[in-house]
């Protein structure tokens, strides 16, 4: 998977005799599906923390899916898009439900799942039949104004939030990782009892999320 390619598109449809791109869309259509543009966000209060919205403010290289083409993409965490840029404009890919997007080059994978009825990209933590997302979430803190002398200003921000932890039974199912153990093996139904056996043999713990790999890699193998 070495091919390369320029990721232009533009958001307006023309005809393939105006629009030098047409060959291009209509070759990774599938993966690209339809785009939207976004308008950038600016405020000066922001500055500290406007990073904060995204994985890296650099675009990195990634695959789409099945494609083999190399795209230049970011994932914004606070409106759950991935974006890319074209003749300065911001534009988000199309949210598809099975959609990957393979960061390659920083090893961090993010698959589009129906949670709570709603397309989100999670973080995937593992390969195979079952897997460990993640779900990341970005804030907004719209901050206080002053309004008379007396008042502190308070400036608005972004902030991260902690993370939500799924596990993907057959790729297709999220469920949320329980605190309790008791309700954390109840998962598994009948290979609770192996499941419980292998984290007290390697003494894992379902709450750290290396662990938790190793828990659902080892489920896989049952």
Same mark, same amino acid.
């Given at each position: 998977?070495?091919?390369?390619?320029?990721?232009?598109?533009? /958001?307006?449809?023309?005809?393939?005799?105006?629009?030098?791109?047409?060959?291009?869309?209509?070759?990774?259509?599938?993966?690209?599906?339809?785009?939207?543009?976004?308008?950038?966000?600016?405020?000066? @209060?922001?500055?500290?923390?406007?990073?904060?919205?995204?994985?890296?403010?650099?675009?990195?290289? /990634?695959?789409?899916?099945?494609?083999?083409?190399?795209?230049?993409?970011?994932?914004?965490?606070?409106?759950?898009?991935?974006?890319?840029?074209?003749?300065?404009?911001?534009?988000?890919?199309?949210?598809?439900?099975?959609?990957?997007? @393979?960061?390659?080059?920083?090893? /961090?994978?993010?698959?589009?799942?129906?949670?709570?009825?709603?397309?989100?990209?999670?973080?995937?933590?593992?390969?195979?039949?079952?897997?460990?997302?993640?779900?990341?979430?970005?804030?907004?803190?719209?901050?206080?104004?002053?309004?008379?002398?007396? @008042?502190?200003?308070?400036?608005?921000?972004?902030?991260?939030?902690?993370?939500?932890?799924?596990? /993907?039974?057959?790729?297709?199912?999220?469920?949320?990782?329980?605190?309790?153990?008791?309700?954390?093996?109840?998962?598994?139904? @009948?290979?609770?009892?192996?499941?419980?056996?292998?984290?007290?043999?390697?003494?894992?713990?379902?709450?750290?999320?290396?662990?938790?790999?190793?828990?659902?890699?080892?489920?896989?193998?049952?």
């Amino acid at each position: 998977m070495v091919a390369t390619a320029t990721f232009m598109l533009f /958001a307006t449809n023309t005809s393939s005799q105006t629009n030098p791109n047409f060959e291009f869309k209509n070759k990774v259509r599938e993966e690209i599906g339809s785009v939207k543009k976004v308008n950038k966000f600016e405020n000066e @209060d922001l500055e500290k923390t406007a990073h904060v919205r995204f994985l890296h403010q650099d675009y990195k290289k /990634a695959y789409i899916s099945k494609s083999t083409e190399v795209y230049n993409l970011r994932y914004n965490i606070y409106t759950d898009e991935m974006e890319y840029v074209n003749n300065e404009n911001i534009y988000n890919l199309n949210k598809s439900e099975n959609k990957i997007i @393979d960061f390659f080059e920083i090893k /961090a994978s993010y698959g589009v799942f129906n949670l709570d009825d709603k397309l989100n990209y999670l973080l995937i933590k593992n390969s195979g039949k079952n897997s460990v997302l993640i779900k990341q979430i970005v804030e907004f803190d719209e901050g206080k104004k002053a309004v008379s002398q007396f @008042d502190v200003k308070i400036a608005p921000k972004f902030y991260r939030k902690k993370d939500l932890i799924y596990i /993907a039974f057959n790729n297709t199912t999220l469920k949320s990782v329980p605190k309790k153990n008791k309700s954390f093996y109840k998962l598994f139904e @009948d290979k609770a009892t192996l499941i419980k056996k292998y984290m007290s043999k390697q003494k894992l713990s379902h709450k750290k999320i290396d662990d938790l790999v190793k828990i659902i890699t080892y489920y896989n193998s049952l």
